[in-house]
Protein backbone atom coordinates (compact mmCIF):
# COMPACT_ATOMS: atom_id res chain seq x y z
CA UNK A 1 0.00 0.00 0.00
CA UNK A 2 1.11 3.57 -0.85
CA UNK A 3 1.69 5.91 1.80
CA UNK A 4 -0.97 8.18 0.14
CA UNK A 5 -3.30 5.30 0.34
CA UNK A 6 -2.72 4.22 3.69
CA UNK A 7 -3.15 7.75 5.42
CA UNK A 8 -6.39 7.87 3.34
CA UNK A 9 -7.55 4.77 4.50
CA UNK A 10 -6.80 6.01 8.01
CA UNK A 11 -7.39 9.34 7.82
CA UNK A 12 -9.19 11.17 10.89
CA UNK A 13 -10.72 9.64 14.05
CA UNK A 14 -13.18 7.02 11.55
CA UNK A 15 -14.55 4.18 13.03
CA UNK A 16 -14.69 2.60 9.00
CA UNK A 17 -11.17 1.66 10.06
CA UNK A 18 -12.25 -1.49 11.34
CA UNK A 19 -15.80 -2.00 10.58
CA UNK A 20 -18.14 -2.97 7.42
CA UNK A 21 -20.49 -0.01 6.33
CA UNK A 22 -23.35 -1.73 8.74
CA UNK A 23 -21.62 -2.48 12.08
CA UNK A 24 -20.39 1.39 10.98
CA UNK A 25 -24.17 2.98 11.02
CA UNK A 26 -25.04 1.09 14.65
CA UNK A 27 -22.16 1.63 16.39
CA UNK A 28 -20.49 4.95 15.27
CA UNK A 29 -22.93 6.96 17.52
CA UNK A 30 -22.38 5.06 20.62
CA UNK A 31 -20.01 7.44 23.14
CA UNK A 32 -16.51 5.83 23.85
CA UNK A 33 -17.90 4.61 27.35
CA UNK A 34 -20.62 2.07 25.73
CA UNK A 35 -18.08 1.01 22.90
CA UNK A 36 -15.43 -0.09 25.54
CA UNK A 37 -17.35 -3.50 26.03
CA UNK A 38 -18.58 -4.01 22.87
CA UNK A 39 -17.06 -7.51 21.28
CA UNK A 40 -17.87 -6.88 17.33
CA UNK A 41 -15.64 -3.30 17.27
CA UNK A 42 -12.91 -4.86 18.94
CA UNK A 43 -12.93 -7.95 17.62
CA UNK A 44 -12.50 -5.90 14.16
CA UNK A 45 -9.54 -4.17 15.80
CA UNK A 46 -8.12 -7.48 16.73
CA UNK A 47 -7.69 -8.99 12.75
CA UNK A 48 -5.27 -5.57 12.80
CA UNK A 49 -2.65 -7.00 14.67
CA UNK A 50 -1.04 -10.89 14.51
CA UNK A 51 -1.80 -11.72 18.45
CA UNK A 52 0.38 -14.60 19.23
CA UNK A 53 -1.59 -18.03 19.43
CA UNK A 54 -0.10 -19.97 21.73
CA UNK A 55 -0.47 -17.36 24.86
CA UNK A 56 -2.22 -15.39 26.26
CA UNK A 57 -0.08 -12.16 25.93
CA UNK A 58 -1.07 -9.71 29.19
CA UNK A 59 2.63 -7.67 29.33
CA UNK A 60 1.95 -4.96 26.47
CA UNK A 61 3.66 -2.88 28.99
CA UNK A 62 6.80 -2.64 27.83
CA UNK A 63 6.74 -3.02 24.12
CA UNK A 64 3.28 -3.33 22.56
CA UNK A 65 3.48 -4.27 18.87
CA UNK A 66 2.66 -2.79 15.66
CA UNK A 67 -0.64 -2.94 13.72
CA UNK A 68 -0.28 -5.12 10.60
CA UNK A 69 -0.91 -2.19 8.62
CA UNK A 70 2.11 -0.47 10.25
CA UNK A 71 4.35 -2.69 10.60
CA UNK A 72 4.01 -3.25 6.99
CA UNK A 73 4.35 0.49 6.28
CA UNK A 74 7.46 0.35 8.37
CA UNK A 75 8.92 -2.46 6.27
CA UNK A 76 8.59 -0.27 3.18
CA UNK A 77 10.27 2.55 4.82
CA UNK A 78 13.19 0.28 5.27
CA UNK A 79 13.47 -0.82 2.12
CA UNK A 80 13.04 2.96 0.91
CA UNK A 81 15.74 4.12 2.92
CA UNK A 82 18.24 1.28 1.96
CA UNK A 83 17.38 1.80 -1.91
CA UNK A 84 18.51 5.56 -1.76
CA UNK A 85 21.33 5.07 1.18
CA UNK A 86 23.38 8.45 1.77
CA UNK A 87 21.49 10.28 -1.37
CA UNK A 88 18.27 10.25 1.59
CA UNK A 89 19.94 11.06 4.24
CA UNK A 90 21.71 13.78 3.01
CA UNK A 91 18.73 15.08 1.27
CA UNK A 92 15.67 14.71 2.86
CA UNK A 93 16.31 13.18 6.15
CA UNK A 94 15.69 16.41 8.31
CA UNK A 95 12.69 17.84 6.20
CA UNK A 96 11.12 14.46 7.25
CA UNK A 97 12.05 14.04 10.12
CA UNK A 98 10.86 17.33 10.99
CA UNK A 99 7.20 16.60 8.96
CA UNK A 100 7.16 13.85 11.78
CA UNK A 101 7.75 16.26 14.71
CA UNK A 102 5.35 18.27 13.48
CA UNK A 103 2.27 15.58 13.79
CA UNK A 104 3.61 14.44 17.31
CA UNK A 105 3.84 18.09 18.22
CA UNK A 106 0.17 18.35 17.27
CA UNK A 107 -0.83 15.29 19.22
CA UNK A 108 0.83 16.41 22.12
CA UNK A 109 -1.08 19.60 21.78
CA UNK A 110 1.91 21.94 21.70
CA UNK A 111 4.34 23.49 19.38
CA UNK A 112 7.21 21.89 17.38
CA UNK A 113 9.72 23.90 18.61
CA UNK A 114 8.60 22.37 21.76
CA UNK A 115 9.36 18.54 21.52
CA UNK A 116 12.13 16.33 20.13
CA UNK A 117 12.13 12.68 19.01
CA UNK A 118 13.84 10.85 20.94
CA UNK A 119 14.56 6.91 21.97
CA UNK A 120 12.60 6.17 24.83
CA UNK A 121 11.54 7.86 28.18
CA UNK A 122 14.81 7.34 29.38
CA UNK A 123 16.99 9.08 26.92
CA UNK A 124 14.08 12.16 27.48
CA UNK A 125 13.98 12.61 31.04
CA UNK A 126 18.03 11.30 31.54
CA UNK A 127 18.54 14.11 29.19
CA UNK A 128 17.34 16.24 31.62
CA UNK A 129 18.64 15.00 34.77
CA UNK A 130 21.77 15.41 33.42
CA UNK A 131 21.51 18.60 31.79
CA UNK A 132 20.88 20.30 35.23
CA UNK A 133 23.24 22.49 36.43
CA UNK A 134 23.84 20.57 39.82
CA UNK A 135 25.32 22.10 42.65
CA UNK A 136 26.73 20.43 46.15
CA UNK A 137 23.37 19.77 48.12
CA UNK A 138 21.24 20.74 45.50
CA UNK A 139 18.23 17.84 45.81
CA UNK A 140 15.68 16.17 44.09
CA UNK A 141 12.46 14.61 44.40
CA UNK A 142 11.26 11.44 43.22
CA UNK A 143 9.40 8.68 44.23
CA UNK A 144 10.21 4.63 45.65
CA UNK A 145 7.92 4.09 42.64
CA UNK A 146 9.55 5.55 40.02
CA UNK A 147 10.85 3.82 36.89
CA UNK A 148 14.59 2.57 38.09
CA UNK A 149 16.66 3.88 35.17
CA UNK A 150 15.58 7.54 36.54
CA UNK A 151 16.16 6.80 40.10
CA UNK A 152 19.49 5.21 38.54
CA UNK A 153 20.65 8.96 36.77
CA UNK A 154 19.83 10.83 39.88
CA UNK A 155 22.10 8.71 41.98
CA UNK A 156 24.84 8.93 39.55
CA UNK A 157 23.99 13.12 40.14
CA UNK A 158 24.82 12.41 43.58
CA UNK A 159 27.42 11.01 43.19
CA UNK A 160 29.08 13.11 40.17
CA UNK A 161 27.69 16.42 42.10
CA UNK A 162 26.74 15.76 45.04
CA UNK A 163 23.35 16.00 45.02
CA UNK A 164 20.78 14.71 47.67
CA UNK A 165 17.98 12.67 46.68
CA UNK A 166 14.71 13.07 48.31
CA UNK A 167 12.32 9.27 47.91
CA UNK A 168 8.60 9.75 49.08
CA UNK A 169 6.45 6.86 49.09
CA UNK A 170 2.68 7.15 46.69
CA UNK A 171 0.19 5.81 48.64
CA UNK A 172 -1.61 2.75 47.03
CA UNK A 173 -5.25 3.59 47.04
CA UNK A 174 -5.72 7.61 47.73
CA UNK A 175 -9.02 8.74 49.08
CA UNK A 176 -7.93 12.14 47.13
CA UNK A 177 -5.84 14.10 45.05
CA UNK A 178 -4.58 16.10 48.25
CA UNK A 179 -3.62 13.04 49.50
CA UNK A 180 -0.94 12.26 46.93
CA UNK A 181 -0.29 15.81 46.54
CA UNK A 182 0.58 16.61 50.34
CA UNK A 183 3.40 13.47 49.75
CA UNK A 184 5.05 15.70 47.40
CA UNK A 185 4.77 18.94 49.21
CA UNK A 186 5.88 17.39 52.75
CA UNK A 187 8.94 16.87 50.55
CA UNK A 188 10.15 20.25 49.38
CA UNK A 189 12.77 22.29 50.97
CA UNK A 190 14.65 25.25 49.66
CA UNK A 191 17.39 23.60 48.08
CA UNK A 192 14.70 21.24 46.14
CA UNK A 193 16.07 22.23 42.04
CA UNK A 194 13.83 19.15 40.34
CA UNK A 195 10.78 17.25 41.03
CA UNK A 196 10.28 14.02 39.26
CA UNK A 197 6.49 12.37 39.09
CA UNK A 198 5.08 9.69 36.75
CA UNK A 199 2.21 10.52 35.13
CA UNK A 200 0.62 6.69 35.43
CA UNK A 201 3.27 4.56 37.70
CA UNK A 202 4.39 1.55 35.56
CA UNK A 203 4.62 -1.24 38.60
CA UNK A 204 0.89 -0.36 40.22
CA UNK A 205 -1.05 1.36 37.12
CA UNK A 206 -1.71 4.41 39.47
CA UNK A 207 -2.63 7.48 37.67
CA UNK A 208 -1.38 10.51 39.38
CA UNK A 209 -2.59 14.05 39.78
CA UNK A 210 -0.17 15.39 38.17
CA UNK A 211 -1.45 19.17 37.26
CA UNK A 212 -2.19 19.81 40.91
CA UNK A 213 1.41 18.41 41.61
CA UNK A 214 2.78 20.91 39.64
CA UNK A 215 0.58 24.01 40.44
CA UNK A 216 2.02 23.23 44.33
CA UNK A 217 5.66 22.94 43.46
CA UNK A 218 5.34 25.86 40.87
CA UNK A 219 4.03 27.72 43.94
CA UNK A 220 7.45 27.01 45.91
CA UNK A 221 9.30 27.70 42.80
CA UNK A 222 9.93 24.25 42.02
CA UNK A 223 10.10 22.91 38.27
CA UNK A 224 8.67 19.44 37.87
CA UNK A 225 9.84 16.85 35.31
CA UNK A 226 6.56 14.23 34.42
CA UNK A 227 7.74 10.51 33.08
CA UNK A 228 4.47 10.03 30.58
CA UNK A 229 6.30 6.44 29.30
CA UNK A 230 2.38 4.56 30.06
CA UNK A 231 -0.04 7.64 29.55
CA UNK A 232 1.12 9.02 26.41
CA UNK A 233 -1.11 8.29 23.82
CA UNK A 234 -3.64 5.86 26.27
CA UNK A 235 -4.89 8.88 28.26
CA UNK A 236 -6.88 11.71 26.84
CA UNK A 237 -5.13 14.92 27.58
CA UNK A 238 -2.40 17.36 26.17
CA UNK A 239 0.68 17.96 27.78
CA UNK A 240 0.66 21.71 28.17
CA UNK A 241 -2.39 21.52 30.06
CA UNK A 242 -0.14 19.37 32.66
CA UNK A 243 1.65 22.63 33.18
CA UNK A 244 4.69 20.35 33.56
CA UNK A 245 8.39 21.96 33.04
CA UNK A 246 9.69 18.52 31.10
CA UNK A 247 7.40 15.63 29.97
CA UNK A 248 9.64 12.15 28.65
CA UNK A 249 7.33 8.87 26.72
CA UNK A 250 7.86 6.19 24.95
CA UNK A 251 6.10 5.61 21.20
CA UNK A 252 6.49 1.99 21.12
CA UNK A 253 4.25 1.53 24.30
CA UNK A 254 0.97 3.08 23.61
CA UNK A 255 1.16 4.88 20.19
CA UNK A 256 2.81 1.49 18.71
CA UNK A 257 5.09 2.70 16.40
CA UNK A 258 8.38 0.40 16.22
CA UNK A 259 10.81 -0.08 18.60
CA UNK A 260 13.42 3.15 19.73
CA UNK A 261 10.75 5.94 19.58
CA UNK A 262 10.12 8.62 22.14
CA UNK A 263 9.43 12.12 22.79
CA UNK A 264 10.91 15.06 24.84
CA UNK A 265 9.34 18.35 25.81
CA UNK A 266 10.22 20.78 27.26
CA UNK A 267 8.32 23.93 28.73
CA UNK A 268 9.31 27.50 26.71
CA UNK A 269 11.58 29.22 28.57
CA UNK A 270 13.44 26.40 30.52
CA UNK A 271 15.45 25.05 26.98
CA UNK A 272 18.58 27.23 28.04
CA UNK A 273 18.77 26.18 31.66
CA UNK A 274 19.56 22.49 30.42
CA UNK A 275 23.40 21.37 28.93
CA UNK A 276 23.36 19.06 26.23
CA UNK A 277 24.67 15.38 26.22
CA UNK A 278 26.76 15.75 23.30
CA UNK A 279 28.26 19.30 22.08
CA UNK A 280 26.66 21.13 19.19
CA UNK A 281 26.78 24.38 18.30
CA UNK A 282 24.93 24.24 15.79
CA UNK A 283 22.00 25.20 17.50
CA UNK A 284 21.38 28.41 20.00
CA UNK A 285 20.80 27.75 23.36
CA UNK A 286 17.32 28.31 23.60
CA UNK A 287 16.47 26.17 20.71
CA UNK A 288 15.44 22.04 21.78
CA UNK A 289 17.10 20.57 18.93
CA UNK A 290 20.54 21.33 20.71
CA UNK A 291 19.22 18.42 22.75
CA UNK A 292 18.71 16.04 19.80
CA UNK A 293 22.64 15.33 18.70
CA UNK A 294 21.51 11.91 17.60
CA UNK A 295 23.98 10.80 14.94
CA UNK A 296 23.51 8.57 12.82
CA UNK A 297 20.44 6.42 13.94
CA UNK A 298 17.27 4.27 12.36
CA UNK A 299 15.33 6.33 9.87
CA UNK A 300 13.53 4.54 9.56
CA UNK A 301 11.54 4.10 12.95
CA UNK A 302 11.35 8.47 12.79
CA UNK A 303 9.15 7.94 9.33
CA UNK A 304 6.72 4.89 11.02
CA UNK A 305 5.12 7.31 13.53
CA UNK A 306 3.35 8.99 10.83
CA UNK A 307 1.89 5.90 10.48
CA UNK A 308 1.00 5.04 13.86
CA UNK A 309 0.03 8.50 14.57
CA UNK A 310 -2.54 7.69 11.79
CA UNK A 311 -3.52 4.52 13.05
CA UNK A 312 -4.04 5.33 16.49
CA UNK A 313 -6.22 8.61 15.62
CA UNK A 314 -8.26 6.50 13.42
CA UNK A 315 -9.47 4.91 16.43
CA UNK A 316 -9.96 7.44 18.78
CA UNK A 317 -7.87 8.29 21.75
CA UNK A 318 -11.14 8.63 23.90
CA UNK A 319 -12.27 5.37 22.76
CA UNK A 320 -8.80 3.98 23.58
CA UNK A 321 -8.90 5.42 26.82
CA UNK A 322 -12.16 4.05 27.85
CA UNK A 323 -11.25 0.57 26.43
CA UNK A 324 -7.93 -0.10 28.31
CA UNK A 325 -9.85 0.99 31.66
CA UNK A 326 -13.00 -1.00 30.90
CA UNK A 327 -10.84 -4.16 30.61
CA UNK A 328 -8.64 -3.59 33.94
CA UNK A 329 -11.67 -3.28 35.76
CA UNK A 330 -13.17 -6.18 34.54
CA UNK A 331 -10.89 -8.56 35.49
CA UNK A 332 -9.34 -6.36 38.85
CA UNK A 333 -13.26 -6.14 39.97
CA UNK A 334 -13.79 -10.05 39.69
CA UNK A 335 -10.79 -10.64 42.24
CA UNK A 336 -10.66 -7.90 44.75
CA UNK A 337 -11.30 -8.61 48.12
CA UNK A 338 -10.89 -11.97 47.49
CA UNK A 339 -9.05 -14.27 50.00
CA UNK A 340 -5.44 -14.47 49.21
CA UNK A 341 -5.13 -12.19 46.55
CA UNK A 342 -3.58 -8.74 47.29
CA UNK A 343 -4.30 -5.76 44.21
CA UNK A 344 -1.78 -2.84 43.88
CA UNK A 345 -3.79 -0.76 42.39
CA UNK A 346 -5.96 2.13 42.88
CA UNK A 347 -10.15 0.52 44.01
CA UNK A 348 -11.26 4.17 41.99
CA UNK A 349 -11.51 3.69 38.45
CA UNK A 350 -10.61 7.65 37.63
CA UNK A 351 -7.19 6.68 39.06
CA UNK A 352 -6.48 3.85 36.54
CA UNK A 353 -6.05 3.13 33.02
CA UNK A 354 -4.84 -0.18 31.45
CA UNK A 355 -2.35 -1.19 34.16
CA UNK A 356 -2.59 -2.84 37.49
CA UNK A 357 -0.64 -5.50 39.63
CA UNK A 358 -2.07 -8.09 41.51
CA UNK A 359 -0.31 -10.25 44.01
CA UNK A 360 -1.53 -13.84 45.22
CA UNK A 361 -0.30 -14.04 49.20
CA UNK A 362 0.94 -17.83 49.07
CA UNK A 363 3.57 -16.86 46.06
CA UNK A 364 6.28 -14.99 45.72
CA UNK A 365 6.28 -11.98 42.26
CA UNK A 366 8.49 -14.60 40.42
CA UNK A 367 6.43 -17.75 41.02
CA UNK A 368 3.35 -16.32 40.50
CA UNK A 369 4.47 -15.14 37.14
CA UNK A 370 5.81 -18.79 36.66
CA UNK A 371 3.30 -20.36 37.90
CA UNK A 372 0.50 -18.14 35.14
CA UNK A 373 2.74 -19.09 32.03
CA UNK A 374 3.30 -22.73 32.82
CA UNK A 375 -0.10 -23.31 34.22
CA UNK A 376 -2.14 -21.27 32.46
CA UNK A 377 -0.52 -19.61 29.41
CA UNK A 378 -0.54 -16.23 30.49
CA UNK A 379 2.40 -14.31 30.14
CA UNK A 380 2.86 -11.26 32.74
CA UNK A 381 5.98 -9.65 34.32
CA UNK A 382 6.77 -10.10 38.12
CA UNK A 383 7.15 -7.02 40.23
CA UNK A 384 8.60 -6.90 43.27
CA UNK A 385 9.94 -3.56 44.50
CA UNK A 386 8.72 -0.47 46.92
CA UNK A 387 6.29 -2.35 49.01
CA UNK A 388 4.39 -3.62 45.36
CA UNK A 389 4.68 -7.35 44.93
CA UNK A 390 2.64 -9.32 42.52
CA UNK A 391 2.66 -9.72 38.73
CA UNK A 392 1.72 -6.43 36.50
CA UNK A 393 -1.27 -7.51 33.87
CA UNK A 394 -1.58 -5.12 31.12
CA UNK A 395 -4.09 -6.04 28.19
CA UNK A 396 -4.03 -4.32 25.38
CA UNK A 397 -7.35 -3.07 23.27
CA UNK A 398 -7.83 -6.31 21.21
CA UNK A 399 -7.11 -8.38 24.66
CA UNK A 400 -10.84 -10.38 24.95
CA UNK A 401 -12.73 -11.28 27.84
CA UNK A 402 -12.63 -14.45 26.98
CA UNK A 403 -8.77 -14.12 28.49
CA UNK A 404 -9.16 -12.29 31.15
CA UNK A 405 -11.80 -14.70 32.58
CA UNK A 406 -8.74 -17.18 32.09
CA UNK A 407 -6.76 -14.83 33.91
CA UNK A 408 -9.38 -14.39 36.83
CA UNK A 409 -9.86 -18.36 37.17
CA UNK A 410 -6.31 -18.70 37.35
CA UNK A 411 -5.73 -16.59 40.23
CA UNK A 412 -8.29 -17.96 42.12
CA UNK A 413 -7.12 -21.24 41.62
CA UNK A 414 -3.73 -20.01 42.51
CA UNK A 415 -5.11 -18.63 45.80
CA UNK A 416 -7.17 -21.43 47.31
Not at 229 to 239: G, K, L, N, S
Not at 269 to 281: A, C, I, Q, S, T
Request: proline letters at 5%; a neutral charge.
Amino acid sequence: MHKRDFLRTLGGASLGLMLPPAQLRALSALSPAALASRDDFWGELRGKYKVPADFIHLEHGYYSMQSQPVLEQYVQHIRDVNALSSRYMRTVQVPNKARVQAKLAALAGCTPQELIITRNTTESLDTVISGFDWKPGDEAIMSVHDYGAMLDQFKLMERRWGTVNRRVTVPLDPQSDDEVVQVYANAITPRTKLLMVCHLINITGHVLPVRKICDMAHARGVPVMVDGAHAFAQIDFRIPDLDCDFYGASLHKWLGTPLGAGILYVKPGNVEKLWPLYGDEGFASSDIRKLNHTGTHPVHTDLAIEDAIAFHEAIGIQRKQERLRWLQQYWTTKVRGVAGITLYTPSDPARTGAIANVGVNRLKPGELATALMERYKIFTVAINTAGVSGVRVTPQLFTTTAELDTLVRALKELAA
